[in-house]
């Protein structure tokens, strides 16, 4: 799994460093800034297990899963993601340059005299080899942490995927909920002009009032807002799905037209694992690591800096000369060069480098303490749903049940107009509420195992 791979090149990228530098001190030293942490969910009472990857398949929606993957490919967040993987990937090739020689090479050539007088061609071509003696680590400290900077891009490019896959299905999941939306408002736009074209005649016949009429009319026009309401809903809905797929928002894309069944909730895990699984977790534990590496880099920048220089080169009037014996010098040279006076520069630098340390800790610890507040709520909220909607199950089944018994007590005289609209708006209004819940179920589903750290 790529998220495993990112823990060995991190822990690899570190073997052989000075020990403030070590994966494991570096999570530690992180870790102090946390709180207490409890051995399980306080949230839950599920049994402990190894949390579940693989949430989009569970869905078993083929719609949902050609969506995220076209997401995937085109959104342009994540592909700005991906673009900033490449500049750090980039970035640490550079200062992993740093740690090996330089050869260059020079040659040159030309003919030249004055003018009344004969001319002359001169060659000459060099090689020259540089290298930096790394005696106080500050080139390999500057390498580590340019690669720990690449891991920890590339763990939040992972955890930006996981963010968008959850972010369509949410988006899908809306626009579900709004057509099943629009469908209980024309539902209840059918059944009040039935009820108003009822009274109108009852009150050409004098069984009805005006009052009555002018109470039918004004649900049925109360009704038909709610259709366009949830018609332009819908289309919303569709435009924020299309931006996310990368696609000209015109709320003509296709989807279901009912949602699925949400599957059982995944096994959480502890606390403490998830620590070692979420993306952006291992990304912000990178940046600690890298930031001990950038003050060692910083510290040893404050001392003498000992190159070597060597070359060899070639000169003749002949091209076909140059490298012959009399013609060739070479030269090795040791290069010290040592700060005296800089205006407290490298001390600053320092300073900074430490101030940034202090930094990448405390977002460690506030993003771990985040994460941590994400599992509890979400663990929370779905069980709270569960519940709300086993009760407004019931609620939206006993309240069309009463408007049907409405229905039949005013068809026979024995209750009043006004009574039969107030039933008839309670049972919309649960049949609305019970579709509302079903989506927020989803979607505090995936929520709760994107927060978990898993895979779609």
Known sequence: MKILSLLSLSTLALVGCASISDPEQARGIAASELPGTPDRWVS?????????????????????????????????????????VEEARALARQAGAAVLPSIDVNGSGGRGGIIDGPDSESYSLGLQLGWEIDVWGRVRATKRAAALGYYSAD????????????????????????GLQLEVAKKSLAALTQT??????QRDIGVATGLDLALARRDLANAQDAVL????????????????????????????????????PPPPGTPSSLLERRPDIIAAELSVAASFNNVQAARAARLPVISLVSSVSGSSAELSEIF????????????LLGPVFDGGLRAARVDEATAEQKQAMNAYAQAAINAFREVEDSLDQNAVLRARRTVLADAATQANRA??????????????????????GTAFAADSALVAVDRALLIEWINLNLALGGSW
């Open 44 to 84: 839950s009472e599920d049994v402990q297990g190894p949390v579940r990857i693989g949430w989009l398949d569970q869905l078993a929606d083929p719609v949902l899963t050609q969506l995220v993957e076209e997401a995937l490919a085109n959104n342009r967040d994540l592909r700005t993601a991906a673009a900033a």
């Open 155 to 178: 763990a939040d490019y992972l955890f930006s995927q996981y963010s968008i896959a959850a972010t369509v299905a949410q988006a899908y999941f809306l626009a579900i909920e709004a």
């Open 196 to 201: 108003s074209d009822i009274v109108s005649i």
């Open 229 to 264: 309401e949830a018609e332009g809903g819908q289309r919303l809905a569709l435009r924020s799905l299309e931006v996310l797929l990368g696609r000209y928002p015109d709320a003509a894309t296709d989807i279901a037209g009912s949602l699925p069944e949400v599957p059982a």
């Open 324 to 335: 012959e014996t009399g013609n060739v010098t070479w030269q090795v040279a040791g290069n």
């Open 403 to 424: 408007f049907e018994l409405a229905q039949i007590q005013y068809e026979e005289g024995e209750t009043n107009l006004l009574d039969v609209l107030t039933i008839q």
